[in-house]
């Protein structure tokens, strides 16, 4: 009889368990991989970039890039605040030793949808500047 009570409570526990609402980092669309499809400079037009080149972001800040390591100076570490990305880390492994940076101070999402993401590049910290706009479809 006892072993039927501790079933019957337990089947109680659990089915009264509510599950929790899923976490709304894991909804945000930045968080997957992305697949460069278009860059430009300040002052130009849009051009289709005819390399394949991926780039995952991902909930804990880091950047990974699909190839083994990620372009000299390219951000791997950012600190988000809404739609800023601060640079935190820049890559300076290997094939980077003669490489004078100017890396990214920060990564601006100008346009962020299930279907696309434009990041706005900008250089420098007391008088920032733009790099130039990437534009991302996802890689599906």
Not at 38 to 53: C, I, L, P, Q
């Amino acid at each position: 009889m006892k072993t039927l009570g501790y079933l019957l409570l337990t089947l109680c526990i659990v089915l009264s368990c509510k599950k929790s609402e899923p976490d709304t980092l894991l909804l945000d669309p930045l968080y997957q991989n992305w697949k460069l499809i278009e860059y430009k400079g300040n002052n130009s037009a849009w051009r289709t970039v005819t390399d394949e080149s991926f780039i995952e972001f991902r909930i804990d800040g880091s950047i990974r890039y699909e190839k083994p390591n990620p372009p000299c100076c390219a951000a791997v570490q950012v600190d988000r605040k809404s739609d800023v990305l601060k640079v935190t880390q820049t890559y300076s492994g290997p094939g980077c030793e003669y490489v004078d940076c100017a890396s990214p101070s920060e990564l601006r999402i100008v346009s962020l949808t299930t279907h696309e993401l434009v990041i706005e590049s900008i250089l420098g910290n007391n008088s920032p500047v733009s790099n130039g706009f990437l534009k991302y479809k996802p890689a599906k």
